[in-house]
């Protein structure tokens, strides 16, 4: 049985890279998931993040958030360089992970394009879709969770940790933009994306997600949870 992406969405600091592990040790320990595992029905779990989900990708990540050349990075460039970054965290890493089973919790993935580089940058968005699906040869989240934060606090929550890097220093309305993109994504893709609000503190948000994910299993996996 093919495996399952789970994609973690939203603004700067909207706790996504807590949550993550958070979700990966609280299914490692539930029973249903254990028995899954049991019974091969489930290979793994493996948690992942674009930009560098790989080696390439981890030179894509320096070069996209590090970057400080005379020139400012065209929004075209930026475009491509985080469609290279999936094309190869695809092929390498998600596609081989599902084939086999495996469970893979992934720190952002298409709509972060969609919403970023569409949304925040004002590229189009057909060009954005076609790209997404030359980066994945259409693979689609299977349930995506989008951290619903206002742009201020998650940008007031990344300026206490300190070292913005290049995203991150964009303009409060180049956030807000991309928070409305989010929105609009969630509200185009009701199959797939579940809001949760991240305005809570870290354990009420952890527990709103496994609430919701813990629903998805039993229903992905209905016939091997009722032997
Ligand atoms: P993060 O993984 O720490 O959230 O940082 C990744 C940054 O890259 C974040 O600012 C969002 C941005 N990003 C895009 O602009 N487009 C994309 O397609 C992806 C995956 C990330």
Redesign the pocket.
């Known amino acids: 049985m093919p495996g399952k992406l789970l994609v973690f969405e ?1 603004v ?1 600091g909207c706790g ?2 807590t949550q993550l592990p958070i979700l990966q040790a609280t299914l490692l320990k539930h029973r249903a998931f254990q028995r899954l595992q049991e019974q091969h029905a489930v290979s793994g779990l493996l948690t992942t ?4 989900g790989t080696e390439l990708g981890l030179g894509l ?1 320096h070069l ?2 590090g970057y400080q050349g005379r020139a400012a990075m065209a929004s075209r460039a ?2 491509l360089l ?2 290279a ?2 094309a190869q965290h695809v092929e390498e890493v998600i596609k081989p992970a599902l084939a086999e089973g495996c469970w893979v919790l992934c ?11 569409g949304y ?2 004002g590229l189009d968005l057909d060009l954005i879709d076609q790209l997404n699906r030359v980066a994945t040869g259409g693979l689609v989240p299977d349930l995506t969770l989008w951290l619903q934060l206002d742009a201020e606090v998650g940008l007031a929550r990344t300026q206490q940790r300190g070292g913005a ?4 220093q ?1 303009d409060l309305s180049f956030h807000q933009r ?1 928070q409305g993109g989010f929105a609009a994504l969630a509200a185009q893709h009701r199959e797939r994306i579940v809001a949760i609000d991240a305005a809570a503190g870290v354990e009420a948000v952890a527990r709103e997600i496994f609430a919701v994910v813990e629903g998805y299993l039993q229903q992905w996996y209905a016939p091997n949870l009722m032997t």
């Open positions: 939203g700067e996504k890279s993040r674009e930009p560098g990540r996209l958030l930026e475009l985080y469609a970054d999936r720190d952002r993935f298409i709509d972060s394009t969609v919403a970023y580089q925040g940058r890097d290049r995203m991150e964009a991309v």
